[in-house]
């Protein structure tokens, strides 16, 4: 899968594309007022605060989010999963061309063939850059180039230290060994930092579930049957429709925090969590159509 470089032209279009699929759901919202504002129920969330009810207003809004997120979410998701296989290539790559230096080969001609070994992604990245010197580009403008095009950490500090190996003359070698043997431990690191972290990000996808699960309790069990019982002379119990209101609310938000928290947790960047966030949001707003239409007329108590 390609790496798109969020900007210019490309930009702009997934942004138009984010921004079309985000008002999709509010384009039928229009459409099909007449008609949902028939099922709104208008609840008091406190004095003088006014919260309407509709599992098809808030589905629709809901969906709204999270549709318009996923093109932002699925481009950096490939791009996430390019720097990964880029990252697990580099202390092979510079293990190889310092091997191919030793055995007499130039360092432009050394790095076209591991490259070549290596296989994509790398592959392509560096025979870019390798093309580009023959044509008359200095090595250092060339590897410029390429990360301007790729504008990875992991990339930029791989590129620099080849510009480090092709200025120190004789030591090319040495200078290659000492990169390929950090980016080994830095990928150990990694892959021990995501296994031993990865059992948290499960844990925000089973916290929603719970808060769920437990909302439906609470508003089919409780509330509901509560809310259909006369009893004169009492406090009238608030009505289902303002608790299955908060209960939405809540999950949404706890949705885009979670996605949010997941990212950071796994990858290290709160952008990796932009697709926890459009799952968990799909989640809420799928669960709640599923509770309205087919769980709450089974699970609430027959009185």
């Not at 697990?88 to 076209?112: C, H, I, N, W, Y």
């Amino acid at each position: 899968m390609p790496y798109v470089n969020l900007r210019g032209r490309k930009l702009a279009l997934i942004l138009t594309l984010s921004a079309a699929l985000g008002l999709l759901p509010l384009a039928i919202l229009a459409v099909e007022w007449g008609r949902i504002a028939k099922e709104i129920v208008y609840v008091e969330l406190a004095r003088e605060v006014v919260v309407p009810w509709s599992i098809t207003l808030y589905s629709l809004v809901g969906l709204s989010l999270p549709l318009a997120l996923t093109p932002i979410a699925v481009v950096m998701w490939m791009n996430l999963r390019y720097t990964d296989a880029l990252n697990r290539q580099l202390s092979t790559f510079f293990k190889g061309t310092a091997d191919g230096v030793r055995a007499g080969m130039p360092l432009t001609r050394a790095l076209e063939v591991t490259a070549r070994a290596v296989g994509p992604p790398l592959e392509k990245e560096i025979l870019d850059a390798v093309s580009m010197t023959s044509l008359g580009v200095s090595f250092e403008e060339a590897l410029g180039r390429l990360t301007r095009r790729v504008p990875e950490p992991s990339l930029v500090r791989a590129t620099s230290l080849l510009v480090v190996a092709h200025r120190s003359g004789g030591r090319v070698a040495d200078v290659l060994d000492a990169a390929a043997q950090m980016y080994g431990v830095l990928n150990s690191y990694e892959d021990e930092r995501r296994a031993n972290m990865s059992p948290y990000v499960w844990v925000s996808y089973i916290a929603l579930a719970v808060f769920l699960l437990t909302a439906t309790i609470i508003t089919t069990v409780f509330v509901e049957p509560l809310a259909s019982v006369s009893m004169p002379g009492l406090i009238t119990p608030p009505p289902p429709a303002l608790f299955k209101t908060i209960f939405y609310i809540s999950a949404y938000l706890q949705a885009i925090a979670g996605g949010l928290v997941s990212g950071k947790i796994s990858r290290g960047t709160v952008k990796a969590g932009v697709i926890h966030v459009v799952v968990m949001l799909t989640i809420v707003v799928a669960y709640y159509a599923v509770q309205e239409l087919y769980l709450s007329p089974l699970l609430t108590p027959k009185l």
